[in-house]
C-alpha cells in the first residue's frame, strides 16, 4: 500500500480481554515504531524495531504489553488483560532509515477498554 | 530525560493572518528537534525537522521554524494561515541514544481558523 496501515480501526474490549494491534509499515522500511497516545495528550514512545530485532521496549507500560515482528515486515501489539487505562489511541510509524529520521505514520487504533 | 513543553493548548487565528506556535525544549546535547501535524482521524504527518547547520528550516505547506539554544526553544511559523491548516500541532525532540530517534513529544497545540 501507499502508507502505514493499522488494523482494526476501532477495537472496544471487556477489561480483562486479551487484543492484538496489526500494523502494515510501508514496503522496504527497515524501522518500526508504536505509540500510545491518551486522549488529549502527545503519543509516548512505546517500543521500536529494526528489521525483525526489538531494540528498545522501554516504554511499554508492564508486562502485559507485548510487540513483535518475526519477518520484518508487519508487526503486531498485544496486550493482554487489557485495563481502562489502556484505552488510547495506537499509533504504529515506520521509516526506511535505521535511525527513523523521518517517520511515517498510520492513522491509528483506537481502543476503548470497557 | 529530554522533555517538550508548549504552553499554548489552543490556539485561535483569522485565516489570512500570521501563526507562531511555540515549543521549548530540555536536552542534554544538540537537539534533533520536529515538528508533525494531524488532523482529525488521521496520523502525524512530518511538517519540517532539524538536525543541524541553518537554525531556520523551511517545511511542507508554507511552515517554517526557528530553532533558538539561547531560549531552548524551536518555534513553528507561519505567515498566512489557510483554514486548512486547523489541525494539532506537536513538537517533538528525539533521544538518539538507543540507535533509533526515539521521539517525546509535547502536549500539542490545537489550532483553530476563523474565516
Known amino acids: 500500500g501507499a502508507g502505514v496501515s493499522q488494523s482494526p480501526r476501532y477495537k472496544v474490549a471487556k477489561r480483562g480481554q486479551d487484543v492484538a494491534l496489526r500494523c502494515d509499515p510501508i514496503?522496504?522500511?527497515?524501522?518500526l515504531f508504536w505509540y500510545q497516545q491518551a486522549l488529549g495528550q502527545g503519543p509516548e514512545f512505546l517500543t521500536y524495531f529494526q528489521n525483525e530485532a526489538q531494540l528498545d521496549k522501554s516504554g511499554l507500560p508492564s508486562d502485559r504489553f507485548f510487540a513483535e515482528r518475526p519477518e520484518g515486515s508487519v508487526s503486531t501489539l498485544k496486550i493482554q488483560r487489557t485495563q481502562q487505562e489502556d484505552s488510547a489511541v495506537y499509533l504504529c510509524?515506520?521509516?526506511?532509515?535505521?535511525?527513523?529520521?523521518?517517520?511515517?505514520f498510520g492513522s491509528g487504533t483506537q481502543l476503548s477498554v470497557l | 530525560a529530554q522533555s517538550v513543553t508548549q504552553p499554548d493548548i489552543h490556539i485561535t487565528v483569522s485565516e489570512g493572518a500570521s501563526l507562531e506556535l511555540r515549543c521549548n525544549y530540555s536536552y542534554g546535547a544538540t537537539p534533533y528537534l520536529f515538528w508533525y501535524v494531524q488532523s482529525p482521524g488521521q496520523g502525524l504527518q512530518l511538517l519540517l525537522k532539524?538536525?543541524?547547520?541553518?537554525?531556520l528550516v523551511q517545511g511542507i505547506k508554507g511552515f517554517e521554524a526557528e530553532f533558538k539554544r539561547s531560549q531552548s526553544s524551536f518555534n513553528l511559523r507561519k505567515p498566512s494561515v489557510h483554514w486548512s491548516d486547523a489541525a494539532e500541532y506537536f513538537c517533538a525532540v528525539a533521544d538518539i541514544t538507543g540507535g533509533g530517534n526515539k521521539l517525546t513529544f509535547g502536549t500539542g497545540t490545537q489550532l483553530k481558523v476563523e474565516l
Open positions: 514496503s522496504g522500511h527497515v524501522s
Open positions: 532539524y538536525f543541524s547547520g541553518d537554525t
Open positions: 510509524a515506520s521509516s526506511p532509515s535505521h535511525g527513523g529520521e523521518k517517520l511515517f
